[in-house]
Nanobody
Framework: QVQLVESGGGLVQAGGSLRLSCAAS????????MAWFRRAPWKEREFVAF????????YYADSVKGRFTISRDNAKNTVDLQMNSLKPEDTAVYYC????????????????WGQGTQVTVSS
């Protein structure tokens, strides 16, 4: 049974930092692209960043490029999202997701999802 468990969310002031972590189990982690998505109130879920399987390339949404960094540890089956210079518009529930042998910004490519962790950025 595949499980993705996020942690690290919370309340932070604008300009601050948070680090999210996702622990994966029940899958061959190195074969999966790992991604972070988010859903703000009254909006659809949107792509934030991914770290691909295999070659290990990363890709970011324009809205977070230069502020967020995704990393993964294949030995620990974890993927992290370091979020710096946070803005109120980053407020959302953040989800970890896994896609086998695929690298995509589309939610449809991801077969496994975590339960989400709330990030709130106050102005």
């Amino acid at each position: 049974q595949v499980q993705l468990v996020e942690s690290g969310g919370g309340l932070v002031q604008a300009g601050g930092s948070l680090r999210l972590s996702c622990a994966a189990s029940g899958l061959t982690f190195r074969r999966y692209t790992m991604a972070w998505f988010r859903r703000a109130p009254w909006k659809e879920r949107e792509f934030v960043a991914f770290f691909s399987w295999g070659g290990g390339s990363t890709y970011y949404a324009d809205s977070v490029k230069g502020r967020f960094t995704i990393s993964r540890d294949n030995a620990k089956n974890t993927v992290d999202l370091q979020m710096n210079s946070l803005k109120p518009e980053d407020t959302a529930v953040y989800y970890c997701a896994a896609a086998r042998n695929s690298a995509s910004i589309s939610t449809a490519a991801y077969g496994y999802w975590g339960q989400g962790t709330q990030v709130t950025v106050s102005s």
